[in-house]
């Protein structure tokens, strides 16, 4: 395997490279000195210890994302992220996600009376769609206040040509540049409409949309521009969306590869919930529930490859590392690490226990980063895949329609290459 294999198969390559290497590979691609850390310590030392060394400016990712997520809080740094992150992080505090759990279940509830419409006969469903469309319907709702219903599968169907587009971009085809235009257009339609219902309305509702309508520029005293706003919004709806969605749809599919785990999940959840919805206040009682989640995410981790460029020379367990080096982490790589998993291509969500957990260095399991740049969904994103699986897996079992090929394919997100079309079943 060589370099040139890194665009045709990327998880293949990273395994080999780690595996084959060790825990720092470096190589050349295009222009760039790349070097591929995969060990805890070493991340740490990226993400946290040394962070500030360690820049999204310059990046081949960030250079990808620029032109779609403008200046958003994924894609800006220095002091302008830091003023974003500021105002925007009470929006994902646990009490303000804790209000929104019936919001989670009553949309899950939702889905599944539509299903009830094909369940126990053979028409499968497409389930990395419906799991799309349901939690962009649930960002949409928790953090802007806005029903999605409606345009929930426009938005999909658009967000998926421009993970596309991202992902086999080739500045020479018209075709592809002409699709992606389409798809933004639409998109950014849809993100005006959020804003322009606000400002008809005229009222703060105190949630995330008013309080950045609201906000002032600390220098400038300045509101956010309509252009702004629009980058943000785009940026929290994209980012919310789709990692969750995969997350959950990983998760069914794991259900099904093994009936052990997904028959110790609905005794769980049959004890606890006694057939009820679940609330928040049940998730400390459902440890199981959550224990597959997290297995899930390691195995079928949604974001599998975050970049870095060295700002200054430094070292990395006794390597040199010099400026303008491209320092990749790759959570998927990490999460299969043989050094730090035992059998790691086995699904086994015993690894959660808390005991096994307490004895794992940091950054040994990473699906959310870390740092000053972790992501800054991760309660909502853990309540809601909790809430979301909780509900339907009492409810529902999910079978992969027979002889149906099943292979990640690194994208934008992790994403199961040919869908996954499962039949529903009543329990
Ligand atoms: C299972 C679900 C999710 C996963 C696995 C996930 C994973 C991640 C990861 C790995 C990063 C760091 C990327 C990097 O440093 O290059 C990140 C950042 C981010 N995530 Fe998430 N995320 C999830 C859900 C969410 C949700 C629900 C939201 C918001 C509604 C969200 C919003 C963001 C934003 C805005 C950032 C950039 C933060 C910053 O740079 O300050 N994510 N996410």
Same mark, same amino acid.
């Given at each position: 395997?060589?370099?040139?294999?890194?665009?045709?198969?990327?998880?293949?390559?990273?395994?080999?490279?780690?595996?084959?290497?060790?825990?720092?590979?470096?190589?050349?691609?295009?222009?760039?000195?790349?070097?591929?850390?995969?060990?805890?310590?070493?991340?740490?030392?990226?993400?946290?210890?040394?962070?500030?060394?360690?820049?999204?400016?310059?990046?081949?990712?960030?250079?990808?994302?620029?032109?779609?997520?403008?200046?958003?809080?994924?894609?800006?740094?220095?002091?302008?992220?830091?003023?974003?992150?500021?105002?925007?992080?009470?929006?994902?505090?646990?009490?303000?996600?804790?209000?929104?759990?019936?919001?989670?279940?009553?949309?899950?509830?939702?889905?599944?009376?539509?299903?009830?419409?094909?369940?126990?006969?053979?028409?499968?469903?497409?389930?990395?769609?419906? %799991?799309?469309?349901?939690?962009?319907?649930?960002?949409?709702?928790?953090?802007?206040?806005?029903?999605?219903?409606?345009?929930?599968?426009?938005?999909?169907?658009?967000?998926?040509?421009?993970?596309?587009? %991202?992902?086999?971009?080739?500045?020479?085809?018209?075709?592809?540049?002409?699709?992606?235009?389409?798809?933004?257009?639409?998109?950014?339609?849809?993100?005006?409409?959020?804003?322009?219902?606000?400002?008809?309305?005229?009222?703060?509702?105190?949630?995330?949309?008013?309080?950045?309508?609201?906000?002032?520029?600390?220098?400038?005293?300045?509101?956010?521009?309509?252009?702004?706003?629009?980058?943000?919004?785009?940026?929290?709806?994209?980012?919310?969306?789709?990692?969750?969605?995969?997350?959950?749809?990983?998760?069914?599919?794991?259900?099904?590869?093994?009936?052990?785990?997904?028959?110790?999940?609905?005794?769980?959840?049959?004890?606890?919930?006694?057939?009820?919805?679940?609330?928040?206040?049940?998730?400390?009682?459902?440890?199981?529930?959550?224990?597959?989640?997290?297995?899930?995410?390691?195995?079928?981790?949604?974001?599998?490859?975050?970049?870095?460029?060295?700002?200054?020379?430094?070292?990395?367990?006794?390597?040199?590392?010099?400026?303008?080096?491209?320092?990749?982490?790759?959570?998927?790589? %990490?999460?299969?690490?043989?050094?730090?998993?035992?059998?790691?291509?086995?699904?086994?969500?015993?690894?959660?226990?808390?005991?096994?957990?307490?004895?794992?260095?940091?950054?040994?399991?990473?699906?959310?980063?870390?740092?000053?740049?972790?992501?800054?969904?991760?309660?909502?994103?853990?309540?809601?895949?909790?809430?979301?699986?909780?509900?339907?897996?009492?409810?529902?079992?999910?079978?992969?329609?027979?002889?149906?090929?099943?292979?990640?394919?690194?994208?934008?997100?992790?994403?199961?290459?040919?869908?996954?079309?499962?039949?529903?079943?009543?329990?």
């Amino acid at each position: 395997m060589s370099v040139s294999d890194l665009k045709k198969d990327s998880l293949k390559f990273l395994l080999h490279y780690t595996q084959t290497y060790g825990d720092i590979v470096h190589y050349r691609a295009e222009s760039w000195l790349v070097i591929l850390v995969n060990h805890p310590n070493y991340i740490k030392h990226v993400l946290q210890e040394k962070h500030h060394n360690y820049t999204k400016e310059g990046t081949p990712d960030l250079m990808m994302l620029k032109p779609m997520l403008g200046e958003g809080l994924m894609t800006s740094e220095g002091d302008s992220w830091f003023q974003q992150r500021r105002l925007i992080q009470p929006a994902f505090h646990r009490e303000r996600i804790e209000a929104f759990s019936t919001t989670i279940t009553d949309a899950t509830q939702s889905m599944l009376q539509q299903w009830k419409l094909i369940a126990d006969r053979d028409k499968p469903l497409e389930i990395a769609e419906e %799991m799309t469309r349901l939690t962009l319907q649930v960002v949409a709702q928790v953090l802007f206040g806005v029903d999605l219903n409606c345009e929930a599968d426009n938005f999909g169907q658009s967000v998926g040509v421009i993970n596309e587009c %991202m992902a086999h971009f080739d500045p020479n085809n018209q075709d592809q540049l002409r699709e992606f235009r389409e798809a933004m257009t639409t998109l950014n339609r849809l993100v005006y409409k959020i804003i322009q219902e606000r400002r008809c309305q005229n009222e703060d509702k105190r949630d995330l949309l008013s309080m950045m309508m609201l906000a002032t520029d600390e220098k400038t005293q300045e509101k956010m521009s309509d252009r702004h706003l629009q980058e943000q919004i785009f940026t929290l709806l994209m980012a919310g969306h789709e990692t969750t969605a995969k997350a959950l749809t990983w998760t069914l599919y794991l259900l099904d590869q093994h009936p052990v785990v997904a028959k110790q999940l609905q005794d769980e959840l049959a004890t606890v919930l006694k057939g009820r919805i679940p609330t928040y206040q049940d998730l400390p009682n459902l440890t199981y529930t959550w224990m597959v989640i997290q297995e899930s995410m390691r195995l079928y981790t949604p974001v599998w490859m975050m970049s870095r460029l060295c700002r200054a020379d430094d070292e990395i367990g006794g390597y040199h590392i010099p400026a303008n080096a491209l320092v990749l982490i790759s959570p998927y790589a %990490m999460h299969r690490h043989p050094g730090f998993w035992q059998e790691p291509e086995q699904f086994n969500p015993e690894r959660f226990r808390p005991e096994a957990v307490a004895e794992r260095l940091p950054y040994t399991y990473l699906p959310f980063s870390g740092g000053q740049r972790q992501c800054i969904g991760l309660t909502l994103a853990r309540v809601e895949t909790h809430l979301v699986l909780a509900t339907l897996a009492q409810q529902y079992q999910l079978r992969l329609i027979p002889d149906h090929a099943v292979e990640p394919e690194a994208l934008v997100t992790l994403r199961p290459h040919f869908g996954l079309p499962m039949t529903v079943h009543s329990l």
